[in-house]
């Protein structure tokens, strides 16, 4: 086995990152990688010796622990990005077992010094990874507490193999076994887990394609928004791509007033600023409770509001859709198991005179990205009522007044008997939790408010001037590089209008 990580994962220019590894196999070479339009190598370490560590068994909450058998500087010139750190092991892999993909990979992050009005701040979802990595045996999931970023991300995280089922929205529907996905994964011998979080699912390709383009992006993770307040000073755009469901406190302030500034906020993600979490040991470790808030220490303290249950809990009294517009209380499931298993895999349009339509040719009631799927997996949404035949928000979920709905598609919320994983004799599923800690019971009444929703694509506009964007689902990315152009025009309008706080 070989298997590794960088901390800290995410600094500056001139940033020295140690790496920490082992190896099975003896002494690796190590090639480190700046991944965006192109594949830039930008360092090799020939001959660096690793010896054998074991995992430990609390690996998950407490880490690994590994000595560092290299450190990788970084100086001024290097840009900000995302960079991969491959290791590979000087005899060759054993015939026929090379590991799965990602397994030998490690990455961290250089971010700027601050944010800057003439480029894009991709935000990465990285909490997100963080929770569904079930390096060590679990995770959030699977009743793990507390993440821990001290040890390496699972096979699958890091990198995927092209090949049917590599997303979990079903793309040939129906197919509510999803086998094509499962299939896929056990070939490939990744995480259960790696369809639904991770580098290679929404932001390499996004990144690839804005790069592409020639749109000039900076890169960050989560928790930078956390420990480097003042990171999004000066910034004009902020975007969040794919999946990016996990949002501590400090996080979502640093992102409010960025757009309650004036800034640009486009959120080409799904089932966003979701959960709660909290962040311990100066970002290396990642707490949520998740559905077993109530064992979470903060509770009944003065410190009750950062609960790490879903932003919406009335314990918190901060539903995301305050910020985003939606919320996936309102959402749900697209084009997965029996969620919408024959859905279009696009939206229904309902405001085609907005400028981020301009281009296209839409019409009232036509399919935005159905050929590519784009509405796929996680779909967030909110309460609304018709008005002359068009959606418009009634606001009881929080939707900030002036919020345009501009297309929606059907989701659904899991319940006992369409959630993908059984749900346990005793355990609320996933639409009675919400109910009930959005409207205090998980009667058949209160779920049934939550249970049929839509992924909603929308906008509105802070009092200062700052827009906030939002596809409603994650996978809108699926749409940019397959000659979808309706989907690549949408986001040209996007990235060009709000470019700077002049535009």
């Known amino acids: 086995m070989i298997a590794a990580y960088c901390w800290p994962h995410s600094g500056t220019p001139g ?14 070479s190590v090639t480190v990688t700046r991944v965006g339009a192109r ?9 660096v010796p690793v010896d054998h560590h074991e995992v430990p068994t609390d690996a998950v909450a407490a880490g690994c622990g590994w000595p560092a058998a290299i450190t990788i500087d970084t100086d001024e010139t290097w840009a900000s990005g995302f960079y991969e750190v491959a290791l590979e092991p000087l005899t060759g892999w054993p015939k026929g077992r090379r590991p799965p993909a990602g397994s030998n990979l490690a990455f961290f992050v250089v971010r700027p010094e601050h944010a800057s009005a003439h480029r894009a701040m991709l935000v990465l979802g990285t909490n997100t990874w963080l929770a569904y990595n079930d390096f060590g045996g ?6 793990s507490t507390h993440a821990s970023w001290d040890r390496p991300l699972a096979p699958g995280l890091l990198a995927k193999p092209d090949g049917p089922g590599r997303r979990v929205a079903v793309t040939s529907p129906p197919d509510v076994r999803m086998s094509t996905h499962v299939g896929y994964l056990q070939l490939e011998k990744l995480s259960g887990w790696a369809g639904s979080a991770g580098w290679p699912n929404y932001e390499e390709g996004f990144l690839g394609w804005a790069e592409q383009h020639g749109y000039a992006i900076d890169v960050c993770t989560n928790a930078d928004l956390e420990l480097h307040p003042d990171l999004l000073d000066g910034a004009s755009l902020v975007l969040c791509v794919g999946h990016d469901e996990y949002w501590s406190a400090p996080q979502r302030d640093a992102v409010e007033r960025h757009v309650h500034g004036g800034g640009h906020l486009v959120i080409l993600s799904g089932n966003t600023c979701f959960w709660q979490v909290r962040y311990a040991d100066e970002g290396r470790t990642m707490i949520g409770y998740k559905q077993a808030f109530r064992d979470d220490p903060v509770m009944g303290t003065d410190q009750q509001h950062l609960v790490t249950s879903i932003w919406s809990d009335s314990l918190i009294g901060r539903p995301e859709s305050t910020l985003t517009g939606v919320t996936f209380t309102r ?7 029996r969620s919408v298993p024959r859905g279009s895999g696009g939206y229904t349009i309902h405001r085609p005179e907005h400028w981020v ?9 036509d399919l935005l990205g159905a050929r590519s799927t784009v509405v796929g997996y ?12 068009r959606p418009v928000p009634t606001g009881e979920d929080g939707c900030p007044d002036g919020f345009e709905i501009l297309a929606t598609s059907p989701a659904s919320s899991f319940d006992r008997r369409t959630a993908t994983r059984p749900v346990p004799p005793g355990v609320l599923s996933e639409v009675e939790f919400h109910a009930e800690r959005v409207f205090g019971d998980s009667s058949p009444a209160s779920t049934g408010r939550l249970q049929y929703g839509h992924a909603v694509l929308g906008t509105w506009t802070t009092p200062a001037g700052g827009t906030v964007f939002t596809t ?12 979808d152009r309706d989907v690549e025009t949408v986001t040209h309008n996007l990235m060009r209008r709000l470019w700077s706080r002049s535009a």
Request: hydrophobic fraction near 35%; charged fraction near 15%.
């Open 15 to 28: 940033t020295s990152f140690p790496l920490a590894a082992t190896s099975s196999l003896g002494p690796v």
């Open 39 to 47: 594949r830039e190598v930008v360092a090799v370490h020939g001959h």
């Open 138 to 143: 679990s995770n959030l999931y699977t009743g």
């Open 331 to 337: 959402g749900g499931y697209a084009r997965i198991g």
């Open 357 to 365: 339509f301009e281009g296209t040719s839409l019409e009232w009631g």
């Open 378 to 389: 996680e779909c967030d949404g909110c309460a609304f009522t018709l008005a002359d035949g």
């Open 472 to 483: 409603g689902c994650t996978d809108w990315v699926h749409g940019l590089g397959v000659g």
